[in-house]
């Protein structure tokens, strides 16, 4: 497994979980990493993204309640997930990007399913 996801559960409405995924040693070249979600019948979507200096963004609908963050020396990035709703309740993935003299290669880890209740 390049990419391995975990931190999903139940929690209820207003809860905290940290999802984390740490990346393969073998992947060489890591510069963006990345969490999106996907919610029974909806498509993937970007929940927010870091690149390898620090620089963030996130999904209008996570912003001031979600934090991402990184260990570039792990190869690991982190979603903290405060405030949760029932609306945030998907399957959480991890990607990361590297770069190499063959070009950019995404990664992807297998998901992690987070539950909100209400």
């Known amino acids: 497994v390049q990419l391995q996801a975990s931190g999903g559960g139940l929690v209820q409405a207003g809860g905290s979980l940290r999802l984390s995924c740490a990346a393969s040693k073998l992947i060489f070249g890591i510069n963006d990493m990345a969490w999106f979600r996907q919610a029974p019948g909806k498509q993937r979507e970007l929940v927010a993204g870091i690149s390898s200096g620090g620089s963030t963004n996130y999904a209008d609908s996570v912003k001031g309640r979600f934090t991402i963050s990184r260990d570039n020396a792990r190869n690991t990035v982190y979603l903290q997930m405060n405030s949760l709703k029932p609306e945030d309740t998907a399957v959480y993935y991890c990607?990361?990007?590297?770069?190499?003299?063959?070009?950019?290669?995404?990664?992807w880890g297998q998901g992690t399913l987070v539950t909100v209740s209400s």
């Open positions: 990607k990361a990007r590297s770069t190499s003299s063959s070009g950019p290669h995404d990664y």
